[in-house]
C-alpha cells in the first residue's frame, strides 16, 4: 500500500508561489499550478528522450487542495511509460506552508504526456537502449 503521507518520484523542481500568481480570489491560480507540473515534467522527460520534448496531453488532473502565496511548491515525477516517440509521467505538486516548512500537503496530481521532436517539429522515436 503507497505511503499517501509522502511524495512519490523524483524532486525535480521548487518554486516559491508569488502575489502575482494569484486568481481574483487571492489564492494561487491553477494555471500557474499547471504550468509549474508541466516544466517538471518537461524537465524530467528531456533526460530520457536526450533531446527536445513537448506537452501533448494533460490527463486526470485533480487539485485537491489550494495553494498560498508564499507556499514552496515542489513537483515529484514519476515515469508511467515510455512509448515509441512519447513519454507519459505522473507529477505529484506538494506544498509546504510558510512557516510551516516541516507540513507539507499534496495540492495537485496528474498524468502529463511528452513527444519527444526533432528539428522538423516532427515526432522522433526515443531510443530506448539496450
Ligand atoms: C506533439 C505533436 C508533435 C504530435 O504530433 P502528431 O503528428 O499528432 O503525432 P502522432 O499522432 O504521431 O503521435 C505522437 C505520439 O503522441 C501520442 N499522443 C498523441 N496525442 C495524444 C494524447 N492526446 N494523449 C496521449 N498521447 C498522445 C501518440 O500516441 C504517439 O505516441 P507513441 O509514438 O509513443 O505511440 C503535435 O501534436 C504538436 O506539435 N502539438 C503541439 C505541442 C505543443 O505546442 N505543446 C505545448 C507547448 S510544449
Not at 4 to 21: C, K, N, W
Not at 73 to 94: M, N, Q
Not at 95 to 110: C, P
Request: some cysteine.
Amino acid at each position: 500500500m503507497p505511503d499517501s503521507s509522502q511524495p512519490h518520484g523524483e524532486l525535480t523542481i521548487q518554486v516559491v508561489a508569488m502575489p502575482r500568481d494569484t486568481n481574483p480570489n487571492g489564492d494561487i491560480f491553477g494555471g500557474w499550478l499547471l504550468s509549474q507540473m508541466d516544466i517538471a515534467g518537461g524537465v524530467f522527460c528531456r533526460k530520457i528522450a536526450q533531446g527536445r520534448v513537448v506537452t501533448v496531453a494533460m490527463d486526470s488532473i485533480t487539485f485537491k487542495h489550494p495553494v498560498f502565496v508564499g507556499d514552496t511548491l515542489a513537483c515529484y515525477a514519476s515515469l508511467i511509460r515510455i512509448g515509441r516517440t512519447s513519454i507519459t509521467v505522473h507529477i505529484e505538486a506538494w506544498a509546504s506552508r510558510i512557516y510551516e516548512a516541516d507540513r507539507r500537503i499534496m495540492v495537485t496530481e496528474g498524468d502529463i504526456t511528452y513527444v519527444k521532436i526533432g528539428e522538423d517539429r516532427r515526432p522522433q522515436v526515443i531510443d530506448r537502449g539496450g
